[in-house]
């Protein structure tokens, strides 16, 4: 099964910053990997899918990129909705469809 | 508008069953893959079973032969069938479906299950 490790575990940093989140797989997954922001009480919400290609509705300040095993999530510049927790996920061609542990995303 | 409801969630006791639903509107559940994935308090995300367009299915090796994913077409919703169910099962149990991007999306609002006697 390919095991994702997102790192850091949690980011803190201020609004108006940069932030960059990373995905890494334990064996290629070309670029088949989808980002989802969590803020808590809520469901998770597609961000990123095929590693960068923008979901419906997300704002331009979001962009993904990498492929095979290394894979980045960046937010440009930091609004105060954005701090949640982020999740890498492969759905590959058969399960278990893996997620990353989540990177949580805190006001410093 | 595209959209997932869950429900059936609750307080049930260790080796209880409990049966999830979860009802489409704005799409066929027919048509989809759609999947189950949990949340344990706390925790990350996990990903439970997966009922194929064509009616086959998939579990994760934690909950194989204790869940049991199922559908309606008539009534264009998923279900989760839970059996000697346990503490560790106890989360947030959230639907889904498999995008055309292969990714999930929509997902429901949750549901919660609590295994505790």
């Known amino acids: 099964d390919i095991v994702l490790t997102q790192s850091p575990a949690t980011l803190s940093l201020s609004p108006g910053e940069r932030a960059t989140l990373s995905c890494r797989a334990s064996q290629s997954v070309t670029s088949y990997l989808a980002w989802y922001q969590q803020k808590p009480g809520q469901a998770p919400r597609l961000l990123i899918y095929d590693a960068s290609n923008r979901a419906t509705g997300i704002p331009a300040r979001f962009s993904g990129s990498g492929s095979g095993t290394d894979f980045t999530l960046t937010i440009s510049s930091l609004e105060p909705e954005d701090f949640a927790v982020y999740y890498c996920q492969h759905r590959g061609n058969w399960p278990p469809y893996t997620f990353g542990q989540g990177t949580k995303l805190e006001i410093k | 508008e595209v959209q997932l409801v869950e429900s059936g969630g609750g307080l049930i006791q260790p080796g209880g069953s409990l049966r999830l639903s979860c009802v489409a509107s704005g799409f066929t559940v027919s048509s989809n893959n759609m999947n189950w994935v949990r949340q344990a308090p706390g925790k990350g995300l996990e990903w439970v079973s997966v009922?194929?367009?064509?009616?086959?299915?998939d579990y994760a090796d934690s909950v194989k032969g204790r869940f049991i994913i199922s559908r309606d077409t008539s009534k264009n919703t998923m279900y989760l069938q839970m059996k000697s169910l346990r503490a560790e099962d106890t989360a947030v149990y959230y639907c889904a479906r498999d995008s055309e991007f292969g990714c999930f999306d929509p997902w429901g609002q949750g549901t919660l299950v609590t295994v505790s006697s």
């Open positions: 009922i194929y367009r064509r009616g086959s299915t």
